[in-house]
Nanobody, 123 residues
Framework: QVQLVEFGGGLVQAGGSLRLSCVGS????????MGWFRQAPGKERDFVAA????????YYADSVKGRFTISRDNAANTVSLQMDSLKPEDTARYYC????????????????WGQGTQVTVSS
């Protein structure tokens, strides 16, 4: 099992940047593919980005491609999401997730979730 804790959310103006981090508790953190999802009030939890256990494979939602970058540091049990050129429509609660299989985009494929961190982008 792995416990996940997200950091780095906050309030930012449109066009600004934020960096989210997620720290995992498992000593075998490098065995997990990791994903970032987000959920706005009244909406479903949507895929944002995902990265394989090795970091060799990364995937992005079309809405964030070219603006967000996912990365991981297995030595520090951390996965990060660098968010640039933020837009008001990026406002949501962002969740980190883990699964012990190949990297995936479907939230139902992930077994472990953090509590989330709020990102608010003002216009």
């Amino acid at each position: 099992q792995v416990q996940l804790v997200e950091f780095g959310g906050g309030l930012v103006q449109a066009g600004g940047s934020l960096r989210l981090s997620c720290v995992g508790s498992a000593r075998t953190f490098s065995n997990y593919a990791m994903g970032w999802f987000r959920q706005a009030p009244g909406k479903e939890r949507d895929f944002v980005a995902a990265i394989s256990w090795s970091g060799d494979e990364t995937y992005y939602a079309d809405s964030v491609k070219g603006r967000f970058t996912i990365s991981r540091d297995n030595a520090a049990n951390t996965v990060s999401l660098q968010m640039d050129s933020l837009k008001p429509e990026d406002t949501a609660r962002y969740y980190c997730a883990a699964r012990v299989e190949r990297v995936a985009k479907n939230r139902y494929d992930y077994d472990y979730w953090g509590q989330g961190t709020q990102v608010t982008v003002s216009s």
